[in-house]
C-alpha cells in the first residue's frame, strides 16, 4: 500500500521543536525550528506514512534519499507556500443551543458580564436552551462548527460540557461530544465542566456535592464501561461561583478517576486560583486575568500551562492578562478561542493577531502557544503540536512563502490557507 502524502518544494516548513520537547517556555518559545529553502532547485519536504505519521522531514535533496522510490497517494508541490503544524485551540465551549446576539449589543451599551449574569442573561441562558434541545440539534450545531474551526486550520480543539449544569444535560452534552469524537475528522479532547456556573435553585455547596457525589462517580463508570471518553475536569472557580475550597473539591475528585485538572481561574477577581492549582498538579489553567505574581511562580514551578484567551479579555473589556510576565517567567503558555456563545470566535489565526497586538506576544510566541504548547494543556504534546517524525501529519499549507502571512493578513486567514491536513489526509 501506497504512503499516504509527500508535499515537496516548500519555500519554509515550521517545524516549531526538533528534539521532542514537550512544552517550550520563556526564550524558548521566540526559537522555533525552522527550515527554509535551500536553493532555487531545493525546497523543503515532508512524507507522511500510511498510518498518517509524519516519517521524514527536511530539505528535498535529504528527504529524498530517505523516501527511495516510495509510492505515495498523493503529492503536492508547495512552491512559494509554507507549511505549519495544525493549530491546537485549548478552549472551547462548542456544544450550545441559542445565541446571544442580542447581549452582545446590551454589552456594548456597557453592561459587564456578572450585571448580564446577574439578570438571568449569560449561562443560564444557554442553560436552558441547551436543556431544551434535542441530542440531534446539538450535534448538527457541533459539527458546524468543529468544521468551521477546521477550515480555520484547527486540527485538535478542546471542546467542554457546561451547560447543563445538571447531570442529566450534562451527559447529553457529553454524549454529543463523544459522538463527534469518533466520527469526525477533527481530534477532540473531553472536558467535564459541569461547575460552569450554579444551577438555578441550588448553592454552590449543593453544586459541589452534586458533582463529587453523582456526577463523576458516573463518569467513572461511563469510562470504564468504555462508553465514553472523558479527559479533563474543569470548574468556574471565580467569586461568585465556585470558591476555591468547592473547586479544589471536584478538580481532586475529577483527577481521582483519572482526569486531568484543566480549570477557569483567576479571571474576574483574584482568588488566587493559580496557586491552589499548582498545589494539586493542575494540568493548566486558563483566563488567569487577575493572577498574583506569586501565582506566575507557582504555575512556573510547577509545569502548569497557562491557556490565555484574547478573545474574552476584548469583547468584555477586560484588563488584559499579563502574559509578558508569565513569559518573561518561564510559564508554558498556550491560546484558546475561548468559543462560546458570549465570545463567538472560532479562529485560532484572529486569536493570535489579538495576542499578538493587545497582549504583545511576538508571532514566534503566538505560534508556539497554539501548536506545542497548547497540545501540552491538553496532555498530547507527545503526539501533536510539531512536525516531527513519529507524530501525526496535522498540517497546515499555506498559500505564501513566509508563515507570518497567517497573523498578518488581519480578517482574511482563512484564504491564506491553501490545505488543511488531518492525519495525512486534506481535509480541506
Ligand atoms: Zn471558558
Known sequence: MAHKLLIHGADQVVMIAKN????????????????????????????VDRNGKIFAVGTDDVVRDEIKDFQFQRRIFASGMSVIPGL???????????????????????????????????????????????TDELYTGLVNRLNRMLRCGTTLVE???????????????????NKAKT??????????CAAHAIPQGKSAEEATDDIVNNHIPRIDELMKSGRMSVDNIDVFCEKGVFNIQQSEKILRAGKKIGLNINFHGDELFPL????????IGATAISH????????????????CVAVILPTTAYILRLKAPPVRKMIDNDVVVALGTDFNPNAFCLSMPLVMHLACVNLH????????????????????????????????ADLI???????????????????????????????F
Open 20 to 47: 521532542g520537547e514537550r512544552s517550550l517556555s520563556g526564550d524558548f518559545m521566540r526559537k522555533l525550528a525552522v527550515i527554509n529553502r535551500k536553493t532555487e532547485e531545493i525546497g523543503v519536504s515532508i512524507a
Open 361 to 392: 506576544m511576538s508571532l514566534e510566541e503566538a505560534l508556539v502557544a497554539s501548536t506545542l504548547n497548547a497540545a501540552a494543556s491538553l496532555k498530547k504534546s507527545h503526539t501533536h503540536g510539531s512536525i516531527e517524525i513519529g507524530k501525526y
Open 183 to 192: 466520527k469526525e475528522i477533527i481530534d477532540i479532547s473531553t472536558t467535564y
Open 288 to 303: 488567569l486575568e487577575e493572577i498574583s505574581d506569586n501565582g506566575i511562580l507557582e504555575m512556573a514551578r510547577n509545569n
Open 88 to 134: 491546537i485551540d485549548a478552549h472551547t465551549h462548542p456544544v450550545w443551543a441559542g445565541d446571544r446576539v442580542d447581549e452582545f449589543s446590551l454589552k456594548l451599551a456597557g453592561a459587564s458580564y456578572m450585571q448580564v449574569h446577574q439578570g438571568g442573561g449569560g449561562i443560564h441562558f444557554t442553560v436552558d436552551k441547551t436543556t431544551k434541545a434535542s
Open 159 to 177: 471542546c467542554k460540557t457546561g451547560y447543563g449544569l445538571l447531570w442529566e444535560t450534562e451527559l447529553k452534552m457529553l454524549e454529543v461530544i
Open 272 to 279: 488566587n486560583s493559580a496557586k491552589m492549582g499548582a498545589e
Open 397 to 427: 499549507v499555506l498559500d505564501a512563502p513566509r508563515w507570518e502571512h497567517l497573523v498578518y493578513q488581519m480578517g482574511e486567514q482563512d484564504r491564506v490557507i491553501k490545505h488543511v491536513i488531518k492525519s495525512g489526509d486534506v481535509v
